[in-house]
Structures are given as structure tokens and as C-alpha cells.
């Protein structure tokens, strides 16, 4: 079973930072937190992953509370092309379990 | 730089017959994944390999399902009689030395079994 808990469904207007959070309560000191997502039709895709300190890329950043048992994803300025499911992952060794993820809608 | 190559991108056949997915790793990435998305059951991994050889094949479903790595650029995952059950899009991925590197998936192959 995934080990982290998002919202099913979120909306952001074009232009603005879309924020999406993460909960993963159960989540042990040698567990990393990865992102990834997936636009309709195509293979998922790696944004970024961290395991204590926040981390930020070209794509996005990665916010992680001190405890560790939570964290948000930040699209700086949200395109239409951002529209895509958002999948975060507790990441145990070489395997990756993917929940439902969260749907996000970039309106214009 | 070539990603994650998949074939056949779609495949449509009659149950009983046999199907071979194939894919073709980054260069350079030790680790193969295979993974099986439908709409009820999300992403499942499905089985994986370091350095060619299985490590993990929790995930494949029943023993209809068999997957090789012949060598570091090849892998393929075969059904065999296939079911309309297993109709799904199927994902192939890869990494460097697997723990803690991201995975880099392929396009699918969108699998329909009549």
C-alpha cells in the first residue's frame, strides 16, 4: 500500500503557484519523498525528490516539514501543461508504490 | 539523449494468443522496471532487475505473465495465453544503480485483448 495521503483533486489559475501537499505520517528516517507525474496518455514523469532539506530544480521545489511527515510541491507559475496527475511517493529501496495521486487542473 | 524505449506503442489481440512487450533501457541504467496501469488498480509494479538479473517479482499477477533481461540494453515481457483481463497500458522504466535514483519511464504500450 502507498504510504502517503494527498487530496484527490485540485484546481490552480494559470500564471499562479500551485501548491500541492502531501501526507506521509508514517514515513522512517532513511525514507526518501519523490514526485512525479503523469500528463494524460504518457509514462510518468520524475520531478524532483529530497529527504530532509528542501530541494528546488527547474521544475519545482520541494518543501519538507522538520518532522518530516508531510510536504508540498510547488509550481512556481502553473502552465496548462502542467495539467497532469501528481504522484508522491514514500520511497522504500529500489521499489516505488504509487497511490491514487492528485489531479491537477490549470485553468485558464 | 534516448529515454526509455518501448514496442510495440499499441498492440490489439485475441485472447489465447501470446504477447511480447519489449523495451529497451537508458544506456547506462542498471535497473529495469515493469509496471501495468488500468484504471481500477492505478500503477502496479510488476517485476524488476538489477544488473540483468530479477530481484523482485511480488507484483506478476499469475504465471502466465514472464519477463526477461537477456542483457543490459533489453528486456521483455511476455503473456502467454493472454486474457481480456490483462488488457492495460504497460510502462517500462529505468535507473542507475536503483536505490534512490529517480526512474525514467518509457511511452507505454496500450495492450487490448479481445
Known amino acids: 500500500d502507498a504510504k502517503t495521503t494527498q487530496p484527490p483533486s485540485m484546481d490552480c489559475a494559470e500564471g499562479r503557484a500551485a501548491n500541492l501537499p502531501c501526507n506521509h505520517s508514517?514515513?522512517?528516517?532513511?525514507?526518501?519523498v519523490y514526485w512525479y507525474r503523469q500528463i494524460h496518455s504518457q509514462g510518468p514523469q520524475y520531478i524532483i525528490h529530497?529527504?530532509?532539506n528542501n530541494e528546488t530544480n527547474e521544475m519545482a521545489s520541494l518543501i519538507i516539514t522538520e518532522d518530516r511527515k508531510s510536504s508540498t510541491l510547488i509550481l512556481p507559475h502553473a502552465t496548462l501543461r502542467d495539467t497532469a496527475v501528481y504522484y508522491c511517493i514514500v520511497r522504500v529501496g529500489d521499489k516505488i508504490i504509487f497511490g491514487k495521486g492528485t489531479r491537477l487542473h490549470i485553468l485558464p | 539523449d534516448a529515454g526509455v524505449i518501448q514496442s510495440p506503442r499499441h498492440e490489439v489481440t485475441e485472447m489465447g494468443q501470446e504477447v511480447t512487450l519489449r523495451c529497451k533501457p537508458i544506456?547506462?541504467?542498471?535497473?529495469l522496471f515493469w509496471y501495468r496501469q488500468t484504471m481500477m488498480r492505478g500503477l502496479e509494479l510488476l517485476i524488476y532487475?538489477?544488473?540483468?538479473?530479477?530481484?523482485?517479482d511480488s507484483g506478476m499477477p499469475e504465471d502466465r505473465f514472464s519477463a526477461k533481461m537477456p542483457n543490459a540494453s533489453f528486456s521483455t515481457l511476455k503473456i502467454q495465453p493472454s486474457e481480456p483481463r490483462d488488457s492495460a497500458v504497460y510502462f517500462c522504466?529505468?535507473?542507475?544503480?536503483?536505490?534512490?535514483?529517480?526512474?525514467?519511464f518509457g511511452d507505454g504500450t496500450r495492450l487490448s485483448i479481445l
Open positions: 522504466a529505468s535507473s542507475f544503480d536503483g536505490s534512490y535514483q529517480p526512474q525514467h
Open positions: 544506456s547506462g541504467h542498471n535497473s
Open positions: 508514517t514515513i522512517s528516517g532513511n525514507e526518501y
Open positions: 529530497g529527504l530532509k
Open positions: 532487475f538489477n544488473n540483468n538479473v530479477p530481484i523482485d
